[in-house]
Structures are given as C-alpha cells and as structure tokens.
C-alpha cells in the first residue's frame, strides 16, 4: 500500500499536461492579441488610404462651374471692354461656396493681378469684383446661381484674350479664358475659346 502511494506522489505527468494546456493557452492569447493589432492597424491604413483618394478627388475637382454665358461690358461707350459678367453655380454633389473666401485673379499678356472682392454687388474700382444673385447671404448652394461682376484692371481693345481664374476655398481652380470680340458693344457674349474652360489645381 505505501509503495502505491509513493509512486502517485511521484507520478508528475498530470502536472506536465496542465502546463502544457497554460502554455498553449498563453499562445493563443498571444495570436489573438497579434491578430486584433494587425488587423486594426490594416482598418486604420485603409481609412487614411480612402481619405487620402477622398482629399485628392477634392482637390482635382473644382466645385464651381459657369452657369451661362460670359458676358463683356462696354460701360463707358468707349468701345474698350470695362468689366465681365459671369455666373456660377455648383458642380454637382458639392459642398456650398462662401464667395466672400473665394480669390478671383486677372490675367492678359501685360499682367496677372489678384482681384479685390467688394462683397457688395457693384464694383465701384478696376481690379475689383462683386457678387449678387446667391439669395439672402454670400454662400452659394444647390440650385442656385451668383452672377460676378468683375471689373477689369485695365480696359481692353478688341481681340484681346484674357484669363479669370475663380478659387474657391476647396476645389481646384475654375479657369475661364475668353477674347474680345472685333467690335466692342455695350453688351457682348464672349465666345468661349476651344479647350479653355480648364480645372486645375494652381500650386
């Protein structure tokens, strides 16, 4: 009978299976823990990957688009080009536009020149532009339409070609490039040259 009872006493394979079981459990611990790190970290890569796509989308896409035609105006019957009407709207699935945080520049052959916003209706100076047409506040949203009056810096003759860059404060930049006609008019369509109605993201 002792000696039964000293061989259990020294019998420690029992012991062995339970810390095989603890190590093997530990190890699956660990597995699961390594997994739930790497695969958190592979959602957090993807969604930086889809913001990246998202931000460069947005920055290659101008939210603004003419709405009609680009109008010239002959106020001082001088038959030289004063200023230009234009009119914009959304592109489609934008976001509204604060026009009061949108740059407008000027350019021809002789000068490039950031436009002076008067955020009122009627520019009163050259190298300025107003706005009107947006409802009740200066944010331009679905369906609606805000007409530009932009006086240029500088009156022009006829055929004379001139660039009015619109930038919104996301989007790319709106490019509307036009040439006066061969006679000047008090009201003039500006027809649109072949190839300049470019959307780009000026650096």
Avoid: C
Avoid at 120 to 146: F, H, K, M, R, V
């Amino acid at each position: 009978m002792k000696n039964n009872r000293r061989s259990i006493r020294k019998d420690k394979r029992a012991f062995t299976g339970l810390e095989a079981a603890i190590v093997l459990t530990a190890f699956v611990v660990v597995a699961a823990v390594f997994s739930y790190v790497v695969l958190n970290a592979g959602f957090f890569t993807t969604q930086k990957a889809k913001e990246v796509v998202h931000t460069g989308v947005e920055s290659a896409t101008s939210s603004l688009e003419l709405a009609g035609e680009v109008i010239g105006i002959d106020s001082n019957g001088d038959s030289m080009m004063e200023a230009v009407k234009i009119y914009l709207q959304l592109t489609a699935g934008e976001h509204p536009v604060d026009l009061n945080n949108t740059v407008l520049t000027y350019m021809d052959e002789d000068r490039e020149e950031q436009l002076t916003p008067t955020y009122t209706s009627i520019p009163t100076g050259t190298g300025e532009w107003g706005y009107l047409g947006t409802g009740d506040n200066a944010l331009l949203e679905y369906q609606e339409s805000a007409g530009l009056i932009v006086s240029l810096p500088a009156a022009l003759s006829t055929e004379k070609t001139f660039t009015i860059e619109v930038k919104p404060t996301k989007g790319a930049t709106l490019e509307i490039t036009r040439r006066t006609p061969g006679g000047i008019e008090a009201y003039m369509i500006l027809v649109e040259i072949e190839g300049s109605e470019r959307k780009n993201e000026r650096k």
